[in-house]
């Protein structure tokens, strides 16, 4: 399945890190997904993959280690406008201990 497209080479191999049973089939299998060649012609996709990475290192190695690899998923969803999935990505982001930026009150907008 990989050979038919980049993207679908990208999805698959996110595919098979998100259902991995083995932790280092599943990095092994997010690395080969982030380093593809194609992953700047599809972000959207590349930042789901980031973020079903994050969450699985957050949960198996905490906050501190996850942080960086949710960052940029997070980042990515709100460039795109991709709301919902930005919503996502800041609740796994204070999971794993991020503070939510401060509110601003109205008269500093």
């Known amino acids: 399945m990989p050979d038919l497209s980049p993207r679908l080479a990208l999805i698959t191999h996110?595919?098979?890190?998100?259902?991995?049973?083995?932790?280092?089939?599943?990095?092994?299998?997010?690395?080969?997904?982030q380093s593809h060649p194609a992953t700047e012609r599809f972000p959207f996709e590349l930042a789901r993959i980031r973020l079903a990475h994050g969450m699985r290192v957050r949960r198996a190695q905490g906050g501190a280690a996850a942080r960086p690899v949710l960052t940029p998923p997070a980042e990515t969803f709100e460039r795109l406008g991709a709301t919902a999935w930005a919503t996502r990505a800041k609740a796994e982001l204070r999971a794993a201990g991020v503070a939510p930026p401060p509110r601003c009150p109205p008269r500093c907008r």
């Open 14 to 33: 996110g595919a098979l890190a998100m259902t991995a049973d083995d932790d280092g089939e599943a990095a092994e299998m997010y690395a080969r997904a």
